[in-house]
């Protein structure tokens, strides 16, 4: 990348996204287990789990487009993801141990996340396929795809049966 690049706007907004993201993802690693301990279903708790993991190898994927543009790692407080983390801590809070409410209340918290993971991630992808960073393009690309799996999966708990017993409650 040459230097008229690497000043100009298109730049600075692009590593801005980054470093929100960036901040984002080790904010969603911190609060998912506390989203897994308050979860009443097993399936639920295991999604939860199970996007611990990946969100962590989101975080290791920013480091290497970080890497790949020749920049360092850096987090921005997103102020939204902040926001909807708050959101979820409030639902344990005002639902009920041990309940299906609960976690249809989880879920909706956590779809939220994701579709702010969703839009984030497909923004920056344009960016970067705009400014041919091939590799960014790539990774961020794959991370994309996971949080759309996540998202889907997430549907799928929820109308397969915690809707339902919850509306028994
Ligand atoms: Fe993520
Ligand atoms: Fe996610």
Redesign the pocket.
Same mark, same amino acid.
């Given at each position: 990348m040459d230097s008229a690049m690497r000043n100009s706007k298109m730049h600075q907004l692009f590593l801005d996204q980054l470093k929100d993201m960036y901040w984002a993802?080790n904010h969603?690693v911190e609060a998912l287990p506390k989203m897994t301990k308050a979860a009443t279903s097993e399936s639920l708790k295991e999604a939860f789990e199970e996007h611990l993991e990946?969100?962590k190898n989101?975080v290791k994927r920013l480091d290497e487009v970080f890497k790949s543009l020749d920049e360092k790692s850096e987090g921005k407080v997103c102020p939204a993801i902040k926001g909807l983390v708050e959101e979820g801590e409030e639902i344990i809070e005002e639902t009920e141990d041990d309940t299906m409410t609960r976690d249809a209340a989880l879920i909706i918290a956590a779809q939220k996340i994701e579709h702010y &993971?969703i839009a984030s991630y497909g923004s920056l992808v344009t960016l970067a396929k705009r400014m041919k960073h091939t590799k960014a393009a790539e990774l961020l690309g794959d991370?994309l795809g996971e &949080?759309k799996e996540t998202d889907e999966t997430l549907t799928g708990i929820a109308e397969s049966f915690v809707n339902e017993e919850a509306a028994q409650e």
């Open positions: 993802e969603i990946v969100s989101h &993971e991370t &949080e």
